[in-house]
T-cell receptor, first 113, second 113 residues
Framework: GDSVTQMEGPVTLSEEAFLTINCTYT??????LFWYVQYPGEGLQLLLK?????DKGSNKGFEATYRKETTSFHLEKGSVQVSDSAVYFC????????????FGIGTKLQVIP | EAQVTQNPRYLITVTGKKLTVTCSQN?????MSWYRQDPGLGLRQIYY???????DKGDVPEGYKVSRKEKRNFPLILESPSPNQTSLYFC????????????FGNGTRLTVT
């Protein structure tokens, strides 16, 4: 079955540091890939997405590129802020399974001033 | 405002006492689902619904029931809650296409003693 692998963290960075959160996946079809962010006390919200190989999703300074050859969708940001502290979930949606969304375990990011 | 509304936000109950967590969306989405979030396990799907009167099991359906009598509502029912159902629960909806992101409610934190 489908699966998503990401580190749980926490990842602790100083403000303005470079961020990478790795995400790799296993899927039988041609999935769409997503990053969701969960701020404390809130539900998940979409951060960015990519629907086909080599697509780059971007939002709020975050980027991720859909790499089919390495089955990866790593999240990056050049300069993190304290307000980026949250839990980040990598996810995939397999078109063949009609909205069966598989999530990674979530990576907690703490940014310190 | 487009949103998914869950109630209650917090719920403490005792083993065996039936409870219902409500979920409502105002976006006319066809697809709705329930997830539970547990440390180290990420989000796991409990049940999903592709339309009115159409529901199916997710990855962890045991001990839960759902119904979809109206398009906007998708309640989660625990007929006889047990302590291992203590968790953070999220309802989500989406128009239904595989590349469409999920819209999440703010969560219901359930404690079963």
């Amino acid at each position: 079955g489908d699966s998503v692998t990401q580190m749980e963290g926490p990842v602790t960075l100083s403000e303005e540091a470079f961020l990478t959160i790795n995400c790799t996946y296993t899927a039988t079809g041609y999935p769409s890939l997503f990053w969701y962010v969960q701020y404390p006390g809130e539900g998940l919200q979409l951060l960015l997405k990519a629907t086909k190989a080599d697509d780059k999703g971007s939002n709020k300074g975050f980027e991720a590129t859909y790499r089919k050859e390495t089955t990866s969708f790593h999240l990056e940001k050049g300069s993190v802020q304290v307000s980026d502290s949250a839990v980040y979930f990598c996810a995939l949606s397999d078109m063949g399974s009609y909205q069966k969304v598989t999530f990674g375990i979530g990576t907690k990011l703490q940014v310190i001033p | 405002e487009a949103q998914v509304t869950q109630n209650p936000r917090y719920l403490i109950t005792v083993t065996g006492k039936k409870l219902t967590v409500t979920c409502s969306q105002n976006m006319n989405h066809e697809y709705m689902s329930w997830y539970r979030q547990d440390p180290g396990l990420g989000l796991r799907q409990i049940y999903y619904s592709m339309n009115v009167e159409v529901t199916d099991k997710g990855d962890v359906p045991e001990g839960y029931k759902v119904s979809r009598k109206e398009k906007r509502n998708f309640p989660l029912i625990l007929e006889s809650p047990s302590p291992n159902q203590t968790s953070l629960y999220f309802c989500a909806s989406t128009p239904g296409q595989g590349y469409s992101p999920l819209h999440f409610g703010n969560g219901t934190r359930l404690t079963v003693t």
